[in-house]
């Protein structure tokens, strides 16, 4: 079975700081994973997604994520905090065989303060 | 191409009334996943289907609920009886056929009364 554990349920940065959003995943296959963005009473936009081809992947809105497979773990990151990245964060974890359902994480609820 | 669409975005139900939510996958997508988000949680995996069939149901509760995706219209996500743990976000997903990410919709609020 597979699943995932944010670490953090709610981080808050300085505008301008770095962001770390820590994701930890359990799986018995190869994994896809995907980090989505939820903005309050919205649905979840992907932010990227890792699918076993380059280990650091570059997302939308300046995020990028590293997979380490010796960690299992798959952080989000952004050098500098912006206002507007304000939201709820939720990584996510499928098999490799696709069009299976996702299993996510708790999410981790991101304040950036002015 | 529009995205994925639900309807509708908030429903409220009285406690034994019945909730039918509604989903439009993106055009060319014949996947589509219902998961259900409570307070302070993250999403849970309901049911997986395809175009009339129920592919996987795992995480859809035995009793009251029910989902098709018939061949003409929308994924239909029934709850029969309402009560009020039903209250939460529900939000639908598409994908095409393959290995792919999920494209969500903005979600229905039920809320039971």
């Known amino acids: 079975a597979q699943s995932v554990t944010q670490l953090g349920s709610h981080v808050s940065v300085s505008e301008g700081a770095l962001v770390l959003l820590r994701c930890n995943y359990s799986s018995s296959v190869p994994p896809y994973l995907f980090w989505y963005v939820q903005y309050p009473n919205q649905g979840l936009q992907l932010l990227l997604k890792?699918?076993?081809?380059?280990?650091l992947v570059k997302g939308i809105n300046g995020f990028e994520a590293e997979f380490k497979k010796s960690e299992t773990s798959f952080h989000l990151t952004k050098p500098s905090a912006h206002m507007s990245d304000a939201a709820e964060y939720f990584c996510?974890?499928?098999?490799?065989?696709?069009?299976?359902?996702?299993?996510f994480g708790k999410g981790t609820r991101l304040s950036v303060i002015a | 191409n529009a995205g994925v669409m639900q309807n509708p975005r908030h429903l409220v139900r009285r406690r034994g009334q019945e909730a039918r939510l509604r989903c439009s996958p993106m055009?060319?997508?014949?996947?589509v996943y219902w998961y259900r988000q409570l307070p302070e949680e993250g999403l849970k995996f309901m049911v997986y289907?395809?175009?009339?069939?129920?592919?996987?149901e795992s995480g859809m509760p035995k009793e009251r609920f029910s989902a098709e995706f018939p061949k003409e219209g929308p994924s239909i996500l029934r709850i029969q009886q309402v009560v009020r743990g039903d209250s939460a976000a529900y939000f639908c997903a598409s994908s095409p056929p393959g290995p792919g990410e999920q494209y969500f919709g903005p979600g229905t609020r039920l809320t039971v009364t």
């Open positions: 996510a974890v499928s098999d490799l065989s696709g069009n299976t359902p996702l299993v």
């Open positions: 055009k060319g997508h014949s996947h």
């Open positions: 890792y699918t076993s081809a380059a280990t």
């Open positions: 289907l395809q175009k009339e069939n129920i592919i996987d």
